[in-house]
DNA sequence: TCTTGCTATGCAACGAGGTGCATAGCAAGC
DNA sequence: GCTTGCTATGCACCTCGTTGCATAGCAAGA
């Protein structure tokens, strides 16, 4: 399970509560990881029951008591063992590539407005990567060292944004394709 | 939930038994949407109940008898509809994603292995997908009409590729980043 | 004969993930 | 005073997916 250590390396970038978390989930950490705040609490009550997390009550004015989390000991260890552990390249799940399969027996040209629906979502969130890109590693750190943290994460990004590029480039193969059987047989 | 529908998908490509859709789950179908036997027959079962698929079964000689499933009328009618509903684009999920960030509060080198692993399997699936593409849709069809389902296999083969073109690519990218940390800080 | 291995189907149990709902503090606007 | 909306946390339930195990027919080879 990675739900566990996507919140260890969220709460190492930076401690927050259960809802700063899952705000983070819709940005960021989000992009290669979903979940939900209930999700996200359960995790929290549970590994902070092991010991892997610390919890500080932080009163807030103008709005509820948060609970903030960092990172313990025993948690900097669980992460690091699973550092260690090789993991099976994902196993994908693509309703639409099901959909698109699917549509031979029924009809083809249906699809297309699903399909750019598709595209416009994947055209959204490249602007916002390069947008994040351009804001967070346009110009190198001033004192020109290496940072391990910023680097990495610079590099998972540009892989967002290479996956990003490539969806929309064959989800237009995929119109064209379609295309040809607008009123077909 | 859409393990029903892939399932419709490959039996209306080919009727078959549950081992058998198992295997194309290691496969074809299995290359944009995984599923383990266990879950094929008890999917299978269900379907079966709700009348969207029809059993026959079938003696064979030197080997158990099988159950050979087809889509039944209720099962076509399903299909479509939910060919017909708006599906969300993805939730992604990239273990090796979090691992790389979660890296930075590790050892960055330590990865390069894992990585490399990755890097491997990728480029097996890439050889793999091509060696089925020189196969199968090598050279067009004999009498030059369109095929709905030919094509549409052929253009989520070539999503595929894709993928795995872009995976190869980031994982180098990442390879070279992560190289920078050696014996680092 | 015994083991290994492939075909073929299935149950039981558990854990992960998602949906819906509930609660509560506080601010801003009607 | 009431509603709306954001912050903040949580429970209950149900489904999906995974793991481990069990059974059984038959073939091939040691």
New interface residues.
């Given amino acids: 399970m990675?739900l566990d250590?996507?919140i260890?390396?969220s709460l190492?970038?930076k401690p927050g509560s259960g809802y700063e978390l899952a705000r983070r989930f819709e940005r960021s950490?989000g992009?290669?990881?979903?979940a939900t705040h209930q999700q996200i609490y359960r995790v929290l009550k549970r590994m902070e029951q092991d010991g892997w997390i610390d919890v500080r009550e932080v009163p807030q004015q103008g709005r509820p008591d948060k609970k903030e989390y960092s990172v313990a000991e025993r948690g900097?260890d669980a992460?690091?063992a699973?550092?260690?552990e090789?993991?099976e390249?994902?196993?994908?799940?693509?309703?639409?590539?099901?959909?698109?399969?699917?549509?031979?027996?029924?009809?083809?040209a249906?699809?297309i407005s699903?399909v750019e629906?598709?595209r416009e979502?994947?055209t959204g969130r490249l602007g916002h990567y390069l947008a994040g890109e351009a804001r967070d590693f346009g110009e190198p750190p001033e004192d020109g060292t290496?940072d391990?943290?910023r680097?990495?994460?610079?590099?998972?990004l540009?892989?967002g944004i290479?996956?990003e590029?490539?969806m929309i480039?064959?989800l237009d193969?995929?119109l064209a394709?379609l295309d040809?059987?607008r009123a077909?047989?």
Same sequence: chains 1, 2.
Avoid: C, N
Avoid at 31 to 34: C, L, R
């Fill in positions: 990675a250590h996507a260890l390396v190492l970038e950490i992009y290669f990881w979903t900097r992460l690091s699973w550092l260690r090789p993991i390249p994902e196993s994908v799940r693509h309703d639409l590539a099901v959909k698109i399969r699917g549509a031979a027996f029924d009809d083809p249906g699809l699903e629906r598709h979502a994947h290496l391990a943290e680097e990495l994460q610079h590099v998972v540009r892989g290479a996956y590029r490539m480039a064959w193969d995929v394709t040809r059987f077909g047989p």
